[in-house]
């Protein structure tokens, strides 16, 4: 049973990751719902994007290893083992569905975003190439993998599932329809945004659910605190590095670096 002060302070992060973050808000993100993007543009969003379905399932399985390693120092982690099979089993059905594998999530997280890219006409040799990516993009793929690594479960949790579970629930169910009306893509092709949007409900749910048994103390809590500011600007990096290089035109846009793209059609306050 969660303590008062930790189901507080999980409300006011929420309510925080939803008035700061929720992605409606980033200005790409506004742009794209309007409908005042090119082609071009969303290409590039979906390019750089790459980086977040792919480390998706790397942080996932990071949460399932840190199950048995909740807190303190990694040698005593490792001496005490503090097993919950209650939260292992929460992580282990969210991983299921990352890979595919249960009711509410029978297709695989990672390949309906190979056929997103396919459609808007990345070439397969190009999909996830480091050399055609925004430097944010490859900022946040380093912080992920390394936080997957390195974070004990209560970081993951509190920078990861729930500052974007929030979020995406809110944000992809438009993002996805605009993706439609405004730019031709396919039901298939939007399928990763149609799936999180749904899917994220239920992950953010334990996520929540996993955050109450965790957070105990004030230290506790202020790492909560911390780690949900991470995420929130881990998210917004990637989606600047898309706003600044494809829309703003402010980075060469060609794996040499030699061509900078023409400055933006849309209006950026």
């Not at 569905?97 to 190009?126: C, M």
Request: proline share 6%.
């Amino acid at each position: 049973m969660a303590s008062t002060e930790t189901t507080n302070l999980l409300d006011e992060l929420r309510d925080q990751i939803l008035r700061e973050h929720a992605l409606i808000h980033h200005p790409f993100m506004k742009a794209a719902i309007a409908g005042e993007l090119t082609p071009e543009q969303v290409k590039g969003f979906v390019r750089d994007f790459w980086v977040i379905p792919h480390s998706h399932l790397i942080n996932n399985a990071g949460k399932l290893a840190h199950a048995q390693l909740l807190r303190g120092p990694f040698s005593q982690q490792l001496l005490s083992s503090p097993y919950d099979k209650g939260i292992t089993d929460l992580l282990g059905e969210s991983l299921a569905d990352e890979l595919g594998k249960t009711e509410i999530s029978p297709v695989s997280h990672y390949d309906p975003y190979i056929d997103l890219a396919t459609e808007v006409g990345i070439p397969e040799n190009e999909i996830g190439n480091v050399a055609y990516l925004s430097p944010q993009a490859v900022i946040v793929m380093y912080t992920w993998t390394q936080t997957a690594l390195n974070f004990s479960l209560l970081e993951l949790l509190s920078s990861h599932n729930f500052v974007h579970d929030t979020a995406n629930v809110v944000a992809y169910p438009p993002f996805c329809e605009a993706l439609k009306r405004h730019y031709g893509l396919s039901p298939k092709a939007v399928r990763w945004f149609d799936l999180h949007g749904e899917v994220d409900k239920e992950h953010g749910s334990r996520a929540r659910d996993i955050l109450e048994r965790l957070v105990r103390t004030e230290d506790d809590r202020q790492v909560a605190r911390s780690c949900v500011r991470l995420g929130l600007g881990v998210f917004w990096c990637l989606l600047d590095g898309v706003m600044d290089r494809y829309v703003r035109g402010e980075y060469p846009t060609d794996a040499q670096g030699g061509q900078t793209p023409k400055r933006p059609t849309v209006a950026v306050a």
